[in-house]
């Protein structure tokens, strides 16, 4: 078996998603980022970014696109919402139970 035909066994590790947006002025993509990690005392940090692509690019050492930190409108570091489990809805089902009677004609062992 070849090497590219083999499973994977590493495991990745889900920190994040992006999600591809447009702005409501010029209708001009970007990136929108959430990055969950933990800081250095175990608390769940959640981290917003907007990326752009790098309209100035001259040269090919210059970056593709740029990152910049998520701010609200008032220019303050924007914060998400925390997380909210998904609970699936429960549906009420009335059963009518009915009262079952077990006729034994015979209490002897055959």
Known sequence: MSDELKPRTNKMIDCGCI??????????PYLFIKIEMEDS????????FRAFKNDYKKSDKEPDLRIYLATDQDGNIAKAKPRVPY?????????EK?????????????
Do not use: A, F, M, R
């Not at 009915?98 to 055959?110: A, G």
């Open 19 to 28: 999600w591809k947006k447009y702005t409501k002025t010029t209708n001009k």
């Open 41 to 48: 005392l175990g608390v769940p940090q959640t981290l917003l």
């Open 87 to 95: 609970v699936k809805k429960e549906t009420k089902i009335e059963v």
């Open 98 to 110: 009915k009262d079952e009677v077990s006729q034994v004609e015979n209490d002897e062992v055959l």
